[in-house]
Each structure stands twice: as C-alpha cells, then as structure tokens.
C-alpha cells in the first residue's frame, strides 16, 4: 500500500458521498501532487447533492457573476417568497418582489424562463440520468440564462458526474494559478494540461480546488 493509499484509507466518507469519490481520491492523490497534499486537509468532507433539479439550477442563475456571499443573500430572500420553490409557485411571483429580493432584472427573466422550461415539460428531466455530459449541457443552455458554466455547474452538483471541467469557473482557473503555478496567469490550455493528471476524475480534483480557497463547501 502506498502513502496516498494509506492516507485516504484512514478518512471515512459518509453514505450520502459519490460512490466514486474515495476512489477518486486515491486516484487524484497517486497522479498528482498538489492533490496528494491538499485532500487529506479536508478529511471526510466531499461533495453533496441537493437533490432538486430546479432548484439547483435557479440557485446557479442566482449566484452568476456575484460573490458566494452575496449569492447566499439573494438566494435566502428569494426563497422566501414562494410558499415552496418551484417552477409553478415561481410564475406566480410578482416581478417587483423578486427584485426587491436583490435579482437583477435579467436574472428574473432568467428564473422565469427556467421555471416555465420545467412547468411545461420542455426538459427531459427523466432521461437526464442516462444522458451523457454533452447532451445534457446542449439541452440546459438552450434556457435563457443558462450557459456552459450554469450546466457544468449543474452536472457537478446535482448529477454528480465525476468528470466535469469548468474552465470557464473563476474560482477553478485561480486555484489552479496558486496550486501550480505560484500564483502566476493560467490560461484555459494551462488549466486542461494541468488537469489531465485528474482524469476521469476531474469533478473531484475541481472540488478540491475550490476547499483550496474557501474551505466552506460551495453548494446549487
């Protein structure tokens, strides 16, 4: 048994984790340096799903382009509103109730869009778990609001696919340019070179990434 297999029989993940992820880890801590360090850090946390496809994805439009911090805020306020969040419930929302609750007048446009996409059957939400990534994300971004990171974000969080790369993910391309690079510019070909080590297991290292920077989980 070598030191990365040793170091990650010892942590106990919990029942709701991927069934992929403790061998994702020794994968990631045999091929590649920084995870080698950086996993044992975070001991049996890993990566959770919320469970509701909806909801993961208005919370992803929510969090676009603002800080986790502040994302959390208009997430808490928006939730508020309905009685219960979903797609029906948000149509039925009065537009200045929703922009007090701190969203941008695009981004109601965008939940309303989302929410009528799963009202009325548009997405084929059933077929989701035998579909693979790139079908998936071609289905997602024709959502107003939804880009390719939305629906990265979505495969990571709420399917849990194991082998997603959002180079398009601030918080990822930093992590990277500090873990590898001493802080120096990464371009997107650094970031895929670098992550080639990950492979089929990039979700996992991305998730490690972003501990790097802020220790509390980010969830959609």
Known sequence: MNKAQSAIKTIVFDASAPAYWAEACKHLMRKDRVMKRLIPQFGSACLQSRGDAFATLARSVVGQQISVKAAQTVWDRFTQLPEQLTPANVLKLKIDDMRAAGLSVRKVEYLVDLALHFDNGALHADAWSSMDDDAIIAELVA??????WTAEMFLIF????????????????NGISKGYFSGDVVSRSDARE?????????TVATWYIWRSLDPVPVEY
């Open 143 to 148: 959502i107003r609001g939804i880009g390719r």
């Open 158 to 173: 709420h399917l849990m696919r194991p082998n997603v790369l959002p180079l398009d993910d601030v918080g990822l391309i």
């Open 194 to 202: 670098v992550a080639q080590a990950w492979a089929p297991y990039r």
